[in-house]
Nanobody, 121 residues
Framework: QVQLVESGGGLVQPGGSLRLSCAAS????????MDWYRQAPGKQREWVAA???????NFADSVKGRFTISRDNAKNIVYLQMNSLKPEDTAVYYC???????????????WGQGTQVTVSS
């Protein structure tokens, strides 16, 4: 199976920065895409950013220009660098991976447990 382990969440003041990390491990043939989502209390889960196998990235309009997604393919780690944080960025942030398990030909969506990001004075 594939496991995702997230880290880096915490409390930060408005205007501050945090970097989230998500490490994928297990019997992985390939990772086709990695994404970050977030979910605020009482709200639906929102897509935040994505990076695909080509290295191309995409961002939600709400975070464009403030967040950066990157990856270390050798270590199977994806990062979300969050700058100029706003209170509305407060949410549980989830990492996901579209990965092909070793010995399989189809990809599956895997999710991390989530990490809390709180932006408050």
């Amino acid at each position: 199976q594939v496991q995702l382990v997230e880290s880096g969440g915490g409390l930060v003041q408005p205007g501050g920065s945090l970097r989230l990390s998500c490490a994928a491990s297990g019997s992985i043939s390939s990772i086709n895409a990695m994404d970050w989502y977030r979910q605020a209390p009482g709200k639906q889960r929102e897509w935040v950013a994505a990076i695909i196998s080509s290295g191309s990235t995409n961002f939600a309009d709400s975070v464009k220009g403030r967040f950066t997604i990157s990856r270390d393919n050798a270590k199977n780690i994806v990062y979300l660098q969050m700058n100029s944080l706003k209170p509305e960025d407060t949410a549980v942030y989830y990492c996901s991976a579209d990965a092909v398990p070793l010995g399989y030909r189809s990809q599956y969506r895997y999710w991390g447990q989530g990490t809390q990001v709180t932006v408050s004075s």
